[in-house]
C-alpha cells in the first residue's frame, strides 16, 4: 500500500480555494479535499507582520503523487509563495487507505 500524505494550504478566498480543490480531485492528484472554515492568519511576510482571513485546504494524497500534487497547486494558487506542507500517516483504517490510493491512481492511456 502507498503511503498516505496529509497535505495543508491555505487560500485567499472560497472561490480560488473551490477552483484549486476541484482542480485536484478532478486530476486524480487528490482522493479528497476537505475546505474548511475560515481562519485568521498572522505572518511576517517582506517585513512586515500581516493577517489575513483564509481558507484552508485538507487534501489527502499518497507520496507518489505529491510532486504532481505540489505542481498543480503552485500553479493554481494566487499566492506567489503558497503554504504548502505535508505530513504522513502514522496510522489509518486500511480501507479508507486503500481508497485514497485507488482515487489518485494517473489515469490510465487506451
Known amino acids: ?36 472554515a475560515p481562519v485568521q492568519s498572522v505572518y511576517r511576510w517582506q517585513g512586515a507582520i500581516e493577517r489575513a ?5 485538507l487534501i489527502k494524497c499518497t507520496r507518489e503523487r505529491y510532486p504532481a500534487l ?6 493554481l494558487h494566487p499566492y506567489s509563495v503558497p503554504e504548502i506542507i505535508a505530513w504522513p500517516l502514522a ?8 481508497w485514497v490510493e485507488d482515487e489518485t491512481q494517473p489515469p490510465r492511456l487506451a
Open 91 to 98: 496510522a489509518g483504517y486500511a480501507p479508507y487507505l486503500r
Open 70 to 75: 505540489e505542481a498543480a497547486i503552485r500553479a
Open 53 to 57: 482571513t483564509e481558507v484552508p485546504l
Open 1 to 36: 500500500m502507498s503511503e498516505v500524505l496529509v497535505v495543508l494550504t491555505n487560500c485567499p478566498d472560497a472561490a480560488s480555494a473551490r477552483r484549486i480543490a476541484d482542480a485536484l480531485v478532478e486530476q486524480r492528484l487528490a482522493a479528497c479535499v476537505n475546505e474548511l
